[in-house]
C-alpha cells in the first residue's frame, strides 16, 4: 500500500517506554531521516499486552501509541520460545524474569523444566528467539513484520553481553552464547534485526548509507 511508507522528515512513536529499545529504534530509523519519539515522552499509556501471539501483543501496542499521537507508531514484541516447553516462555518471557526483572531466576526455571522432561542434547533443547515488529497509522492501517533466530540452550549460562535469556542462547553455526558475542554480532543476526530489515524495507525510502534497493 503506498501510503504505509515513510519518507524524510517524518515522525514516528516508539511504542515502548524501555529507553533501549527507544535507543535501538531511534539509531535504526536515522540514516532514513525519519525522526522517533518515544511513547514515555509524550506520556502515552502503557496499554496491557493481553495478545496471545507476539504479533498480536505488538499490534495492540502500536496500534493504541498510534491512536493517542495522531502519528504512526512503531512497536515490537519478542521472547524466547523453547521447543521441549512447547513454546514457553514464550510472550511470557518478560513475565518470568517477575516484577524485579530477575533474568537469573528466569534462565533457571527454563532449565529446571528442561531436566524434568530430561532434555540433555543439543536437539532437545532447540529454541529461538522471536521479534514482531508493528507499525501503524493513526487510521488503523497496520502491518507486522516477524523475525527469528534459531538455536539451542547451554547450562550454565554463560557470558555478560547482552540482556535476558542471552547467556544461554547458542545460536545455530556458532559455538558462543549470545551473552558472550559482541553486541554487533549478536546485532548483526538477531530476530530484532531480521524483522527491522523487512520493515526497512517495506516501509522506509532508501537510506543515504547505500544499502537496500528496491528488490525484485
Ligand atoms: P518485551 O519487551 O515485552 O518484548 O519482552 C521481551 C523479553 O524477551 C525480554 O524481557 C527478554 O527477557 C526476552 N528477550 C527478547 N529479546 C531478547 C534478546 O535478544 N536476548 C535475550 N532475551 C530477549
Redesign the pocket.
Known amino acids: 500500500m503506498a501510503e504505509m511508507r515513510l519518507a524524510r522528515g517524518d515522525r514516528l512513536v516508539v511504542a515502548s517506554h ?1 529507553p533501549g ?1 527507544v535507543r535501538e529504534i531511534e539509531e535504526l530509523l536515522a540514516p532514513y531521516g525519519v525522526a522517533a519519539v518515544s511513547a514515555g515522552a509524550l506520556d502515552l499509556p502503557e496499554p496491557e ?1 493481553t495478545g496471545t501471539t507476539f504479533a498480536a ?1 505488538a499490534e495492540l501496542k502500536a496500534l493504541a501509541a498510534a491512536q493517542a499521537s495522531g502519528l504512526p507508531a512503531l512497536s ?5 520460545e523453547v521447543e521441549a516447553l512447547d513454546g514457553a516462555p514464550g510472550i511470557y ?2 513475565r518470568w ?1 517477575g516484577a524485579a ?1 530477575d ?1 537469573d531466576a ?1 534462565m533457571a526455571r527454563v532449565e529446571r523444566e528442561l531436566a524434568e522432561r530430561g532434555a540433555d542434547s543439543p536437539e532437545a533443547r532447540r529454541a529461538n ?1 522471536t ?1 514482531a515488529l508493528t507499525i501503524a497509522w493513526p487510521g488503523g492501517d497496520h502491518a507486522t513484520y516477524e523475525g527469528k533466530v534459531f538455536g539451542h540452550l547451554v547450562w550454565p549460562p554463560r557470558g555478560s553481553q ?5 547467556p544461554m ?1 547458542v545460536p545455530e553455526g556458532y559455538n558462543e552464547t ?1 551473552g558472550e558475542m559482541e553486541p554487533a554480532q ?1 546485532h548483526a543476526m ?3 534485526a531480521r524483522a527491522f530489515a523487512l520493515f526497512v524495507r517495506a516501509v522506509l525510502d532508501d537510506g543515504d548509507d547505500g544499502g537496500g534497493g528496491e528488490g525484485a
Open positions: 524501555n529499545k499486552e501483543n515490537d514484541d519478542s521472547g524466547l518471557s518478560a524474569g526483572k533474568f528466569a528467539f521479534s547482552g540482556f535476558g535469556y542471552d542462547f549470545f549478536k538477531s530476530h530484532r
